[in-house]
């Protein structure tokens, strides 16, 4: 083959490698944020067909002289699709596999004593583990072994009298845990809004999409009268490349009833017992209550925040 024509040839190559790439992020990113990862065999065939066609044109217009005719071009691009995106699908579950198997641990302060969630913590020897802190597991039954070896007498004396023990953070590890599923929310709305409008043929009730569980693993709803269920806590979001900063307002519910399939934007917002007012807030709703609601810092980012649900 001519050396022009096998330069060309790996420059075709190079393309359709960027295209397979995309393409398998891009509907494995969906059908997650979608949970429709049993559908991802139709979704990865119909994203190619859709691309396939302009594939097809920037072959023939900027990589003219390598095929013959259009129906060459085809082929060769179905032919090398077939060979490749099984390699870019098993990238894409390693990567993603390794990433959400990072282990999170509790550390404590060794100041005020406090044990914390801390998501960028994964073993004693871990770098980003400050000298204010130290390391205790991976678990919630790893705090009380290391409070029973670390704490001093007079706490053990109010631990014993049912008065103390260990100070847990709590909403440390539900912030965490809900960090992702309020993001995840907020792009499903944008998707919802976006179907809603477009597709006749969209699944869910409109302007709603397929709910999002805010339950989280260990922490279940009490049941006693005087049992708080209710958590505050702070976190980010990255919607459109923009970190957003919030606070939160998370109620317990029983099983089954964490689950939010809209978001509802109100200037203010306020609990059941009148206790906190959000400004600003965005509340997450089900088929009952709300589940949780979010407060942004002022207007202009609320308003960012609508315009970015809507912008599609």
Same mark, same amino acid.
């Given at each position: 083959m001519d050396i022009n024509l096998q330069l060309k040839l790996g420059l075709v190559?190079?393309?359709?490698?960027?295209?397979?790439?995309?393409?398998? %992020?891009?509907?494995?990113? !969906?059908?997650?944020? =979608?949970?429709?990862?049993?559908?991802?065999?139709?979704? @990865? *065939?119909?994203?190619? $067909?859709?691309? %396939?066609? %302009?594939?097809?044109?920037?072959?023939?217009? $900027? /990589?003219?002289?390598?095929?013959?005719?259009?129906?060459?071009?085809?082929?060769?691009?179905? $032919?090398?699709?077939?060979?490749?995106?099984?390699?870019?699908?098993?990238?894409?579950?390693?990567?993603?596999? *390794?990433?959400? $198997?990072?282990? /999170?641990?509790?550390?404590?302060?060794? *100041?005020?004593k406090e044990y914390i969630w801390d998501e960028d913590i994964s073993s004693p020897n871990d770098s980003d583990l400050?000298?204010?802190?130290?390391?205790?597991? %991976?678990?919630?039954?790893?705090?009380?072994?290391?409070? =029973?070896?670390?704490?001093?007498?007079?706490?053990?004396?109010?631990?014993?009298?049912?008065?103390g023990g260990p100070r847990i953070n709590i909403s440390s590890y539900i912030g965490a845990k809900l960090a992702p599923k309020i993001e995840n929310a907020f792009l499903r709305q944008k998707e919802a809004n976006r179907r809603t409008?477009?597709?006749? =043929? /969209?699944?869910?009730?409109?302007?709603? #999409?397929?709910?999002?569980? #805010?339950?989280?693993?260990?922490?279940?709803?009490? *049941?006693?009268?005087?049992?708080? =269920?209710? /958590?505050?806590?702070?976190?980010?979001? !990255? @919607?459109?490349c923009r970190i957003i900063p919030y606070r939160a307002y998370f109620t317990v519910r029983n099983m089954g009833k964490n689950l939010a399939n809209t978001i509802e934007y109100q200037d203010t917002f306020v609990t059941g017992g009148g206790h906190q007012l959000y400004k600003n807030a965005f509340v997450f709703k089900g088929s009952t209550k709300g589940v949780i609601i979010i407060s942004v810092g002022n207007e202009q980012v609320a308003k960012y925040i609508k315009d970015f649900i809507w912008d599609f």
């Amino acid at each position: 083959m001519d050396i022009n024509l096998q330069l060309k040839l790996g420059l075709v190559n190079q393309y359709l490698d960027g295209q397979i790439s995309g393409i398998v %992020k891009e509907t494995f990113d !969906d059908a997650i944020r =979608n949970e429709a990862l049993n559908e991802i065999d139709q979704r @990865l *065939e119909s994203g190619f $067909a859709i691309e %396939k066609t %302009k594939m097809l044109i920037t072959i023939q217009m $900027a /990589y003219s002289g390598v095929f013959y005719s259009t129906d060459d071009i085809d082929e060769y691009i179905d $032919a090398y699709i077939k060979n490749n995106v099984e390699h870019e699908v098993q990238d894409y579950i390693q990567v993603h596999t *390794e990433k959400n $198997a990072q282990p /999170y641990d509790w550390i404590r302060n060794k *100041e005020t004593k406090e044990y914390i969630w801390d998501e960028d913590i994964s073993s004693p020897n871990d770098s980003d583990l400050s000298d204010t802190y130290e390391y205790v597991g %991976k678990t919630f039954g790893d705090i009380r072994p290391h409070f =029973n070896k670390n704490a001093s007498w007079m706490d053990k004396v109010r631990d014993f009298a049912k008065s103390g023990g260990p100070r847990i953070n709590i909403s440390s590890y539900i912030g965490a845990k809900l960090a992702p599923k309020i993001e995840n929310a907020f792009l499903r709305q944008k998707e919802a809004n976006r179907r809603t409008s477009s597709d006749p =043929n /969209y699944p869910y009730p409109n302007f709603t #999409f397929s709910p999002v569980d #805010f339950g989280i693993d260990a922490i279940t709803r009490r *049941e006693s009268i005087v049992a708080s =269920n209710e /958590y505050e806590f702070k976190g980010t979001m !990255d @919607l459109g490349c923009r970190i957003i900063p919030y606070r939160a307002y998370f109620t317990v519910r029983n099983m089954g009833k964490n689950l939010a399939n809209t978001i509802e934007y109100q200037d203010t917002f306020v609990t059941g017992g009148g206790h906190q007012l959000y400004k600003n807030a965005f509340v997450f709703k089900g088929s009952t209550k709300g589940v949780i609601i979010i407060s942004v810092g002022n207007e202009q980012v609320a308003k960012y925040i609508k315009d970015f649900i809507w912008d599609f």
